[in-house]
C-alpha cells in the first residue's frame, strides 16, 4: 500500500520560476493614462432559451460573499451557469458569482499551502510592472498591489468579473493572452500565472510573448496543478475522483485542449529562453487528513473548492467526454461526499 504523503515544515505549492539574464531595474514606475489599451469589446446580454422546469444547480443557491461581480453580456447557458461572451467558448468554466466564490475559496487554499506568500520568485527588488494572466476575481493582483505599493500590477482576463475598487496601483484589462501582447510604453518584471492548466490552446505561446514582454531580470512564475487526483491510502481506483478527472482529461482533448501542460512548463520555459529554471511539485490535500495544521486548514479550504467546483470545472468537458446529465450528476455527488473521506486521503499535485 503506498505511504501517506509526507509534508516539509516549509511546504510551498509547486511553481515555476525564470527570468532572462541581467538585473531588474529598480526606478518607480510612471504609467502614461494612454499606456494601457483599450482591449474591452462590449457584448449585448446573450440569453438562449430555457425550459421553465429547469433545475439550478445548487451551487447557486449559496449565499453570496458581497463582492462578486456580474459581467454584462455574460451568456447564460441551459446548465443555468453563465459563461463570458468575449472570445466565447474560449474558457470551459463559468464566470457567475458562485465561481467567483469558488476562486476566493480556492486563493485561501493556495495563500495556507504558500504560507501567505504570494510569490516565491526570489525577487531581489519590488518589481515595477506586474502582469498576473488569467486573473478570475482579480485576488491575486489586488493582494500584491496592495502589499506593493510601489508595484504597478495589470491583471488580465477574458471576462471582466474584478472589482470596480481596486487599488490605485492596479489595473484590469479584458483580453486574450493567446493573441499578441500590445504594451509599447513598457515591459514587464515579474509574471504570474496561477491555475491556468485548463484555459490556454497554445501555452508555449503565451510563454514566448511573455519573454518578449519582459524587461532583463525579470521573473516569471507558474503556480499551476492538473486535473489528475490520487489517494493517500491507495484508494483512487474506481472512485467519483478518478471518474471525475479522467472524464474531464478526455473531454478537453475531445474539445482539442490538452490540459496535462504543466508537465511541459519547465522544457518550454528553457527553450523560449528563460534561465534559472527551478521546479517544485508539492502534494495539495483535499479534506482534513493532514496532521498538520496549518495543512489540515489548508486540505478543509480545497475540500470547498472541490466540491463548489465539481459540477463547475466538469460540465463542458464531461459533456464533450460523452457523459449524459445523470452520469455527470452521479460523478458530482460521490465527488462532493469523497472530497472529505479520511479514508481516502486524496490530493492533487502543485
Not at 487599488?167 to 486574450?176: A, S
Not at 503556480?223 to 487526483?229: A, K, N
Not at 493517500?232 to 471518474?243: D, N, P, S, V, Y
Not at 479534506?287 to 466538469?314: F, H, I, S
Amino acid at each position: 500500500m503506498p505511504s501517506v504523503p509526507t509534508f516539509p515544515s516549509q511546504l510551498l505549492q509547486t511553481q515555476q520560476e525564470f527570468r532572462p539574464q541581467q538585473n531588474v531595474n529598480t526606478a518607480l514606475p510612471s504609467v502614461p493614462a494612454q499606456a494601457l489599451p483599450n482591449r474591452t469589446a462590449p457584448h449585448a446580454p446573450q440569453v438562449p432559451e430555457v425550459s421553465p422546469t429547469l433545475t439550478i444547480p445548487e451551487e447557486l443557491l449559496r449565499t453570496r460573499t458581497g463582492t462578486s461581480v456580474v459581467e454584462e453580456g455574460s451568456i447564460l447557458d441551459a446548465s443555468g451557469r453563465t459563461y463570458h461572451s468575449y472570445k466565447e467558448g474560449k474558457y470551459f468554466l463559468p464566470n457567475d458569482t458562485a465561481e467567483q466564490d469558488r476562486l476566493d475559496f480556492q486563493h485561501a487554499a493556495i495563500a495556507l499551502l504558500l504560507n501567505n506568500r504570494l510569490a516565491w520568485a526570489p525577487m531581489t527588488n519590488v518589481p515595477n510592472y506586474v502582469m498576473d494572466v488569467a486573473t478570475g476575481t482579480g485576488i491575486w493582483a489586488i493582494d500584491f498591489a496592495d502589499l506593493n505599493p510601489t508595484s504597478y500590477v495589470v491583471g488580465t482576463d477574458l471576462s471582466k468579473i474584478q472589482p470596480p475598487n481596486a487599488p490605485l496601483n492596479c489595473e484590469f484589462l479584458q483580453e486574450d493572452s493567446e493573441e499578441d501582447w500590445v504594451y509599447p510604453l513598457y515591459k514587464f518584471d515579474y509574471i504570474h500565472l496561477r491555475m491556468v492548466y485548463t484555459c490556454f490552446d497554445d501555452p508555449r505561446k503565451v510563454i514566448r510573448q511573455a519573454f518578449e514582454n519582459m524587461n532583463p531580470g525579470g521573473w516569471i512564475e507558474f503556480q499551476d496543478s492538473s486535473i489528475m487526483l490520487f489517494s493517500g491510502t491507495g484508494k483512487i481506483a474506481g472512485t467519483g475522483l478518478e471518474h471525475w478527472s479522467n472524464g474531464i482529461l478526455h473531454g478537453a482533448a475531445a474539445k482539442g485542449r490538452d490540459i496535462l501542460v504543466s508537465q511541459h512548463y519547465k522544457r518550454w520555459l528553457i527553450e523560449a529562453g528563460f534561465v534559472d529554471v527551478v521546479e517544485h511539485k508539492l502534494v495539495w490535500p483535499i479534506g482534513t487528513w493532514p496532521e498538520d495544521p496549518r495543512m489540515k486548514e489548508c486540505g478543509k479550504y480545497n475540500a470547498t473548492n472541490l466540491q463548489e467546483g465539481a459540477r463547475a470545472v466538469g460540465l463542458k468537458m464531461l459533456s464533450a467526454a460523452g457523459l449524459e446529465a445523470e452520469e455527470i450528476e452521479d460523478i458530482v455527488r460521490r465527488v462532493k461526499r469523497e472530497a472529505t473521506d479520511e479514508s481516502l486521503q486524496p490530493y492533487g499535485h502543485l
